[in-house]
Nanobody, 121 residues
Framework: QVQLVESGGGLVQPGGSLRLSCAAS????????MGWYRQAPGKEREVVAT???????AFADSVKGRFTISRDNAENTVYLEMNSLKPEDTAVYYC???????????????WGKGTLVTVSS
């Protein structure tokens, strides 16, 4: 089994910062791309940022210049540093990872359960 567990969400004032973490654990052989997605109330889930195993990152236009994504390959952990937060960043943030389990030869897509980020004064 593979599990992704997010942490770091919470309530923050506009203009503030938060750092999300997501650790993948279980019978992991290799981890490919990792990323963060979010879903605001009444809206569809959208990509926020992704990072390849070699460290190439991509960001949604709405967060470029404010959010940073990074990863620790040895720990199978991905981070999302969020700065200059706006009320429209309020959402449940989900971690995603493409993982090859030990003893298999296929890549599978895994999701965390999400962590709530609320930006409000």
């Amino acid at each position: 089994q593979v599990q992704l567990v997010e942490s770091g969400g919470g309530l923050v004032q506009p203009g503030g910062s938060l750092r999300l973490s997501c650790a993948a654990s279980g019978s992991i052989f290799r981890t490919n791309a990792m990323g963060w997605y979010r879903q605001a109330p009444g809206k569809e889930r959208e990509v926020v940022a992704t990072i390849t195993s070699s460290g190439d990152a991509a960001f949604a236009d709405s967060v470029k210049g404010r959010f940073t994504i990074s990863r620790d390959n040895a720990e199978n952990t991905v981070y999302l540093e969020m700065n200059s937060l706006k009320p429209e960043d309020t959402a449940v943030y989900y971690c995603n990872a493409v993982i090859m389990r030990s003893g298999t030869f296929s890549w599978m897509n895994y999701w965390g359960k999400g962590t709530l980020v609320t930006v409000s004064s």
